[in-house]
Every structure is written in C-alpha cells, then in structure tokens.
C-alpha cells in the first residue's frame, strides 16, 4: 500500500488498485486451473511408474508361470491378460438386442389383443370403418413383428458364429463345465444359450463379489494353497505378501494389480484376443477359495430359504442345476445310478409316493422335502442307509441361486 501513495490522483489511485485486483484474480485464477491439470498429470504419472514397476516385477516373479504376456500356459497358470478375467462378454451386444427385440413382441402382441378384442367386443362393436382401420393397424404391427422376429434370428445366428470362432479358447479351458452339460441338453438352438448362461465371468465363476482388484490383491497375497493339484505343470500360486510369509511388500502388490489391471480392452476385446489366451482359470480347488467378500449363503433354515425364493423371485435353472449336481458339488458321486446313495434318477416319482405319504411329511411339498434333504441330510434319513453319510454342510456352500438351481435339476429326475 505504501507504493500507491506515489500514485498522486485519487482516479490514479482507484485504477492502480482495480488493476491490481484483476491482476490477482487472473492469478489466482491460473493457479487454480493448472492445479487440475497438474493434480491429472501426477496421477498418471504416478499410474504409470506402479504400471512400470509392476512390469518389473511381473517379468522376473510371475511371467514364468503366467507367461511374458500374461497368456497363461498349458496345465501351469491362468491367462491374466484375458478378456473372461475382466468380465467381458463377447456376445453382450446380441444378448442385449434379443432382449430388447423380446419386449418390443410383448408389447406389439399385446397391441394386437386389445385391437383383436376391439374388433370382436359384442358389447359395443365397431363401425365398419373402424373395423377397416383396426385390420390396417394390426397388418402394420404384424409387419412390426416379423421385423423383431428377424432381428432375433440374425442375433441368435451372430452368436453362434461367436462361438465357432472362440471353439481356440474353449479347447483352453474358456469354460471348463462345458463337457459336463449333457449332450441331450445342447441343441443347435440353445446352445449358445446354455454356454454363456453356465460360464459367466471368471469372478462369477469363483463366486468373488467385490471387484477385480480386490480379487487380483486377495490372491497375491495369500496365494492359492492347493492350485498345484489342479495344474498338474505347476508348483502353484504361493503366497507373494510379506504379511503371509511371501517376499513381497504391499506397494509392491499394488504395483503388480496395477500391471495386470492395465491390460483391460474394456469393451474392445476381440475373439483373438480370446483364442490369444493359452490356459483359462479352472474352478478352484477345494479348501483354497479366496478369503474376501462372498455371497450370502443359502444356510439351513428350510422354510425361510422357501420363503426368500417367493420374496425375491428366485427360480431355479435345470441346465445349470445339472451342472453344479455334477461338476460343482460332486452329488453324482454319490447318487449316479444309486451308487452310494438313493438313485438320482427316479428321485421325483419317490419323493412323490414314497417320501410325501409318510405321515411325518403331512403338508410338505416337493420343493421343501429337497431343500431340506440338501441342507440338513439328518433330519431325516432314507431307510437302508446310515445317517451322516450325505455331507451335512451344503447349506454353508451353496447361494440361494445355486440350490434353486439343484432343485429345479432335481424336480425333473
Ligand atoms: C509357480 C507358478 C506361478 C507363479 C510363479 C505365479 N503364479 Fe499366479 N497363479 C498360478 C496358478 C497355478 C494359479 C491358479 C490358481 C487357482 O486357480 O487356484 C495362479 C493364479 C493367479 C491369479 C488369479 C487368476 C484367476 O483367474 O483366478 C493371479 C491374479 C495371479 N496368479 C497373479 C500372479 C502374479 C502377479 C505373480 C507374480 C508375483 C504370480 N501369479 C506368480 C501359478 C503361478
Ligand atoms: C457322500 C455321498 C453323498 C453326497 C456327496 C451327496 N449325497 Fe445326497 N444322499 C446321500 C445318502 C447316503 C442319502 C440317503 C440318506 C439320507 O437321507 O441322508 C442321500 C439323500 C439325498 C436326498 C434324498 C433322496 C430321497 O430319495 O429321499 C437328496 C434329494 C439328496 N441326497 C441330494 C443331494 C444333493 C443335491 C447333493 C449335492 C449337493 C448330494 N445329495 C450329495 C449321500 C450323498
């Protein structure tokens, strides 16, 4: 302030303290805007030096086993850079169009009802020039509908010829029930159907519900004890966390996920990319799920599970049921043709005459008699056998969703 009192005339000195103002606010005002865009560039530089440490890293620690560029290897370690470990869904785009071209024939079908019953209402019916109108209007929506019609025929044949091109992938492993689905079960129609609805994505798969990151640090840290059974060329993925015994410390974790979160294509993947992928993930051994967020399990209390089916509209796929009664949870082991345990054929007919006529079983439906064989096998056990044969735990294993599955499978035996 002292300078301006060399500033002689008030007018002098109002204009020198205006231009110092907008002086400052242009200032400050270009502090501010490049604070942003420093703030972005620091992030990514930051980014980018974990990316390249990460790099580092996976190049001396894991590309023996998971490859240089994060194929996978036959039998000793999973693909990472892999379209399925990031959740993309090469036949997204057509499911979306069979679905949207499905509720487009609902609704023009239920125009054409109305204008049908428009058309034959005793009550009140139409002059002939509105019956004219009405047959001109429903010859349009017909059109309409045939065009839906179409859409989902090209869609459907889009998928399948999807699936041709990835037949690379599944001889990787790209989805490791697919021999188990019966082959009864795989019509050229469905077939596509039963394969994407059975394989999901890998984080489905393992049944992890938190986020990929998550996932990628879980397994870096504690590793996956028992992997080496399931990838019989493999000493199997150790434990890399200095907090689980490993060499690694945790910057450097984050470094690595950084890595490996890098090659993510987002919605640019290609079906090279998956035929790229020299191993896919296997369903993880037994006993070496990850620890981290899991969905709710089914548990034991029958009636309530039935109860949260009705409440939550959980219904139950046979197709997928078949395959968890096989492959997921080894009741065939037991059941297959009476092997161990009661036939897993003929089950409905028994329940139905045999299990529900006892008098025990007054006012229990189907349904709730299997449910409750499955999550508490003690409670009743069939004569002939011993109790505590049948596992007493499925109810901690299975979701709502997956014994739905199992009963709808079990429903049609
Ligand atoms: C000795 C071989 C071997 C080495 C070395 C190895 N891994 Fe693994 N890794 C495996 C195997 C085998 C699996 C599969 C485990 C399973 O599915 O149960 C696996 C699984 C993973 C998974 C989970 C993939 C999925 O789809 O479930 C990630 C992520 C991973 N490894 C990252 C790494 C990183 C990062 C390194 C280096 C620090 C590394 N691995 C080093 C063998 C190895
Ligand atoms: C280790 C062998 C074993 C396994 C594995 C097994 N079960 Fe059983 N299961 C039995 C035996 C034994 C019985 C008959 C004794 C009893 O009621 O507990 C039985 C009974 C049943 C019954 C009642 C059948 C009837 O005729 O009344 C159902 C339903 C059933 N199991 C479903 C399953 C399902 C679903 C799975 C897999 C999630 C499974 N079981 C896994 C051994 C097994």
Same mark, same amino acid.
Request: charged share 25%; aromatic share 8%.
């Given at each position: ?6 500033? *002689? ?10 231009? =110092?103002?907008?002086?400052? =606010? ?5 502090? &501010? ?5 420093? =703030? ?13 440490? $990460? ?29 399925? %470990? ?18 487009? %024939? ?10 049908? +019953? ?53 001889? +990787?492993?790209?989805?490791? %029930? ?66 689980? $015994? ?18 993510? *294509? ?11 992928? &020299?191993?896919? $993930? *296997? ?53 297959? +043709?009476? &092997?161990? &345990? ?10 139905? +005459? ?29 004569? $002939? ?12 294993? =299975? ?15």
């Amino acid at each position: 302030m002292e300078r301006l009192l060399f500033i *002689k005339s008030i007018e002098g000195r109002v204009l020198a303290g205006i231009t =110092m103002f907008v002086g400052m =606010m242009i200032l400050i005002g270009w502090v &501010a805007i490049n604070e942003e865009a420093r =703030m972005q560039a620091f992030v990514r530089q930051h980014t980018g030096r974990s990316i390249e440490r $990460g790099a580092e890293l996976f190049a001396s620690l894991c590309s023996e086993c998971h490859g240089e560029e994060g194929y996978g290897a036959d039998e000793r370690a999973p693909g990472l850079n892999n379209p399925h %470990l990031f959740g993309y869904d090469p036949v997204g785009l057509q499911t979306a169009a069979i679905t949207n071209a499905n509720r487009a %024939l609902v609704r023009l079908n239920k125009d054409i009802e109305s204008l049908s +019953n428009e058309m034959i209402d005793p009550e009140n019916p139409p002059s002939e020039e509105r019956q004219n109108e009405i047959l001109a209007e429903i010859a349009d929506l017909e059109t309409q509908i045939n065009e839906q019609q179409l859409a989902i025929e090209a869609a459907v044949a889009q998928r399948i010829e999807i699936l041709g091109a990835l037949s690379q992938a599944v001889e +990787n492993g790209l989805f490791p %029930l697919w021999d188990t689905v019966v082959d009864s079960d795989r019509t050229a129609d469905n077939e596509v159907e039963v394969f994407f609805n059975n394989n999901g994505t890998r984080l489905a798969q393992v049944g992890w519900a938190g986020d990929l990151r998550g996932y990628i640090i879980t397994t870096l840290i504690h590793g996956r004890p028992g992997s080496a059974r399931v990838y019989p060329s493999s000493t199997g993925m150790a434990a890399w966390s200095q907090t689980a $015994g490993g060499p690694l410390r945790q910057d450097e974790i984050e470094d690595l996920a950084e890595y490996i979160l890098n090659w993510d *294509k987002g919605s640019a993947w290609t079906t090279e990319d998956f035929g790229a992928v &020299a191993q896919y $993930g *296997k369903p993880l051994a037994d006993g070496s799920l990850p620890t981290g967020p899991q969905p709710e399990k089914v548990g034991d209390d029958v009636l309530g599970i039935l109860a949260r089916w009705e409440a939550d509209e959980i219904v139950g796929s046979p197709t997928s049921g078949e395959l968890l009664y096989d492959a997921r949870f080894g009741c065939t082991d037991c059941h297959r +043709n009476g &092997a161990s &345990a009661p036939d897993t054929v003929g089950t409905l007919a028994r329940i139905q +005459n045999e299990r529900l006529a006892e008098a025990r079983f007054a006012g229990y439906t189907v349904e709730q008699y299997i449910v409750e064989s499955i999550t508490r096998p003690g409670d009743y056990v069939v004569d $002939g056998y011993s109790s505590g044969l049948m596992p007493d735990n499925f109810g901690d294993r =299975m979701t709502d969703q997956q014994l739905a599955d199992i009963v709808s499978y079990i429903m049609t035996q």
